[in-house]
């Protein structure tokens, strides 16, 4: 059973950072897309970053955001720097096959995390 854990949300100032962590569980066999998704009250959830064989970003956070991931230890980051207000939202990790469609697509994914909540002060 695939479990997915995030952790590392918190509450910053504007122009401040935080990582993101998830750690995966229960995942054998095919290589895997890893994403980051963000959802604000009242907004519907977003892509913020994925990666695969590459990587991808929304527009909104390019520059910003670094999605990784460290295989060995099942993991995927989001380091976030230069948040915004804007920016804050519950931030869900999600995990799919690489054929499952558009990287920003919810539907893409097949397993999410319960998210962590990061909040951005100005």
């Known amino acids: 059973q695939v479990q997915l854990v995030e952790s590392g949300g918190g509450s910053v100032q504007a122009g401040g950072s935080l990582r993101l962590s998830c750690v995966a569980s229960g995942v054998t066999g095919e290589r895997t897309r890893m994403a980051w998704f963000r959802q604000a009250p009242g907004r519907d959830r977003e892509g913020v970053a994925a990666?695969?064989?590459?990587?991808a970003y929304a527009d909104s956070v390019k520059g910003r955001f670094t999605i990784s991931r460290d295989d060995a230890k099942n993991t995927t980051y989001l380091q976030m720097n230069s948040l915004k207000p804007e920016d804050t939202a519950m931030y869900y990790c999600?995990?799919?096959?690489?054929?499952?469609?558009?990287?920003?697509?919810?539907?893409?994914?097949?397993?999410w995390g319960q998210g962590t909540q990061v909040t951005v002060s100005s």
């Open positions: 999600a995990l799919g096959g690489l054929l499952g469609g558009m990287w920003y697509s919810a539907g893409a994914y097949n397993y």
């Open positions: 990666i695969a064989i590459g990587t």
